[in-house]
């Protein structure tokens, strides 16, 4: 019987669907599974929901709401982690509310790079260590399996900093590899690929199906007005690098300097910015999908079904030993050969009795290894700033972030930096 602690299970977003995904495998229903979170509300809807599923389905499966993270940890076989450090939306919304007000920087997703990125990462890379440290107290065999922003720099602090085995999650190539499906009309069960790179910014680098390489028939998709309008950022980059990339457009142009900088750029690309104003509005879209949530959990579907999330097959491979593959974010020990060592990578992962295992891939085409490391490297300059505890790092994190670089100058950076620094204070980690 596995324990498995959810920190963060009020996520309206993965709490219910994860834990209907673990539940789901036989092999996995007599697991107990312990709900954290300081929003009250939002972990009671999840465990209210997961109650019902188990009653609904004669399942021996036990839920707990946990009252502390400590007694969700002690002795837990896995631990998931989906959490937000702030006020709800404030903290995000200053993010891009100052940069913008201040020296006009536009912004899109703002939660993985540039500015917002690099707030995020100071916010909440120290709470995810403290929770990597607890379990290396309290389940130090304990696999965590992370779908915590900005992915790629908090996995680089957990496994520079702690010995716990983590895996970081994410969605994208799942969900892009679906959609190229659908743009070139084809049997995604048919659909083979091989994607590596950086979380947001892998790449595929083989997709074929029986044998047939299928870029000439994505190539064919550039010139179908319909199709690229679907999905334009990533389009125009395929275009032009030859590959094409696993995250979203609204991603891919704060990813790159090609973008933002341009206004006409952006209107042709359909590329809105975030501001203050739009987060306003995505906070009441919030409160109003909260209620929703507590009224639907009265009458949810409550039948067992799988999502295309990784973590529940994640466990039901080791505690099975059945041996599966996902793509994961793990530590490049020489894994992509021309990307920087140590740094976080999303690569194919072996899953198996012995854990989550990151695979060789070799070096990246040069191209797509430059655009990489451009990220790669305010990364690691985010990271360190908060290990070594400087200030300095930080505002050169954003001065190599390639969006960033590409609208401020120097003395901007700083400006902003300084700005956001002092807004949100209370949740910087000590910056000498």
Known sequence: MAKIAFIGAGSLGFGRRLVRDIISFPELADSSIHLVDPNQERVSITYDFVNQLIKHNHLPTKVFQATTRE???????????SIRVGNDLEPEKLDVQIPYETAGLRQTVSDTVGIGGIMKGLRTIPVM?????????????AVMLNYTNPMAMIMWAIHQETSISAVGLCHSVQGTSKQLSN???????QMRYLTAGINHMAWFLDLSMNGEDLYPRLRDCLNDPGIFEKDPVRFEIFKHFGYFVTESSRHMAEYVPYVMPHVEEMKRLKQPIRTGE?????????????KQAIEESKSANLELQKSNEYAATIIHAIETDTPTYIYGNVCNTALITN?????????????????????????????CASLCQSNVSMQGLTVQSILEQK????YHSAMVDPNTASQLTLPQ?????DQLLEAQKELMPPLG
């Open 71 to 81: 007694s969700a940890l002690d002795g837990a076989d896995y631990v998931i982690a």
């Open 129 to 141: 260590l403290d929770i990597a440290r607890d379990m290396e107290m309290r389940c130090p065999d």
């Open 183 to 189: 743009y070139m009309e084809i049997d995604y069960e």
């Open 278 to 290: 739009t987060f306003a509005k995505q906070n009441e879209t919030r409160q109003i999908r909260i």
């Open 339 to 367: 990307l920087l060592d140590r740094c976080c990578v999303e690569v194919p992962c072996l899953v198996n009795r012995v854990g989550v295992q990151g695979c060789y891939v070799g070096d990246l085409p040069p191209q």
């Open 391 to 394: 200030r300095e790092y930080v």
């Open 413 to 417: 950076i700083r400006t902003v930096i």
